[in-house]
């Protein structure tokens, strides 16, 4: 075989490799459509990950911090993740709000870094 012909085998295998094995843009959007729907509904936002660890560990001022920290990055959430921001606020603040009523410092911590942050 000449050069010639094997540069246009070449050139047939790597074009149909290329465009044969690639999805279309429909059927790459209805597989990926069930999985952030999968994605959204299992446990708390990624983001408030490491809130639940701090509230878990009694760390409720290291929670709060994170949480005030969330809500003044203007970030954009979805309705649940707001849901889940709105219930892990809550759980800091009631558990805080328990911790201090035995002398807690670190509860009383959050509860003033709550209750500065929150509108009046």
């Known amino acids: 075989m000449g050069r010639k012909t094997e540069f246009g085998i070449a050139a047939c295998g790597a074009a149909l490799f290329l465009f044969g ?12 459509e069930p999985v952030v729907k999968t994605a959204e509904t ?8 490491g809130v639940n660890d701090s ?3 009694g760390k409720f001022d290291d929670a709060a911090a994170s949480l005030l920290e969330l809500q003044a990055s203007g970030r954009n959430f979805t309705p649940k993740e707001a ?8 759980e800091a603040y ?3 709000l328990e911790a201090a009523e035995k002398g807690d410092k670190r509860a009383e911590a959050a509860i ?9």
Do not use: F, V
């Not at 003033?112 to 009046?120: D, V």
């Open 55 to 57: 509230l878990k560990s």
């Open 21 to 32: 094995c690639s999805k279309s843009e429909d059927e790459g959007r209805t597989a990926a």
């Open 112 to 120: 003033q870094m709550i209750r500065a942050a929150s509108p009046h």
């Open 94 to 96: 009631t558990r805080a």
């Open 42 to 49: 299992k446990g708390p936002a990624p983001a408030l990950a």
């Open 83 to 90: 849901a889940d921001y709105r219930k892990a606020m809550n």
